[in-house]
T-cell receptor, first 115, second 114 residues
Framework: AQKVTQAQTEISVVEKEDVTLDCVYE???????LFWYKQPPSGELVFLIR??????QNEISGRYSWNFQKSTSSFNFTITASQVVDSAVYFC????????????FGTGTLLAVQP | NAGVTQTPKFRILKIGQSMTLQCTQD?????MYWYRQDPGMGLKLIYY???????DKGEVPNGYNVSRSTTEDFPLRLELAAPSQTSVYFC?????????????FGNGTRLTVT
């Protein structure tokens, strides 16, 4: 079965705190892609990152960082020094290998950053 | 660039009515997708297209139809609307397929069927 689990439904933090959003995936494919998307209150989805299954190097982009661990089937997302503008629903997604054009989304984590 | 444009933004339908959700993109992307987002759930794929004249079913195609007569447009048709189709619908596009380039999403259409 192919599945993405985001166990944290809602997280509330105070501005400047660090926060980690968890993502656990299931797939039997050896080639696959993982993604994070942000959905701010305005509703549109914004692409944040794409990672293929052969690249376990962690990535940092400004205050955002991603930790990909195949051993635990996890692709966690950390926001350092959170800001109110980070308040959004964050989705983790899995694309199974083989150019299937299918993107399996988790149920999302609502992050509320309080001033 | 406008990106991906969806119309309408909101719509209320009565059970049994039909409507078309419009989606157009100005990025010359080959791949286009329709997703629905139910409350507290992730997005589920309804239909997708890899180019003009080519469409294929996604995970939840029942009750919907699509067409792709041009590269720019990918309308989604609801026939005989049912309450189970109450959802937020997102259209998305990408140049090289999901694995090769990020999806660009429209702002969504919130549909209520009563």
């Amino acid at each position: 079965a192919q599945k993405v689990t985001q166990a944290q439904t809602e997280i509330s933090v105070v501005e400047k705190e660090d926060v980690t959003l968890d993502c656990v995936y299931e797939t039997r494919d050896t080639t696959y892609y993982l993604f994070w998307y942000k959905q701010p209150p305005s509703g549109e989805l914004v692409f944040l990152i794409r990672r293929n299954s052969f690249d376990e190097q962690n990535e940092i982009s400004g205050r955002y960082s991603w930790n990909f661990q195949k051993s635990t089937s996890s692709f966690n997302f950390t926001i350092t020094a959170s800001q109110v503008v980070d308040s959004a629903v964050y989705f983790c997604a899995l694309s199974p290998g083989g150019a299937t054009n299918k993107l399996i989304f988790g149920t999302g984590t609502l992050l509320a950053v309080q001033p | 660039n406008a990106g991906v444009t969806q119309t309408p933004k909101f719509r209320i339908l009565k059970i049994g009515q039909s409507m078309t959700l419009q989606c157009t993109q100005d990025m010359n992307h080959n791949y286009m997708y329709w997703y629905r987002q139910d409350p507290g759930m992730g997005l589920k794929l309804i239909y997708y297209s890899v180019g003009a004249g080519i469409t294929d079913k996604g995970e939840v195609p029942n009750g919907y139809n699509v067409s792709r007569s041009t590269t720019e447009d990918f309308p989604l048709r609801l026939e005989l609307a049912a309450p189970s189709q109450t959802s937020v619908y997102f259209c998305a596009s990408t140049q090289g397929g999901i694995d090769n380039s990020p999806l660009h999403f429209g702002n969504g259409t919130r549909l209520t069927v009563t």
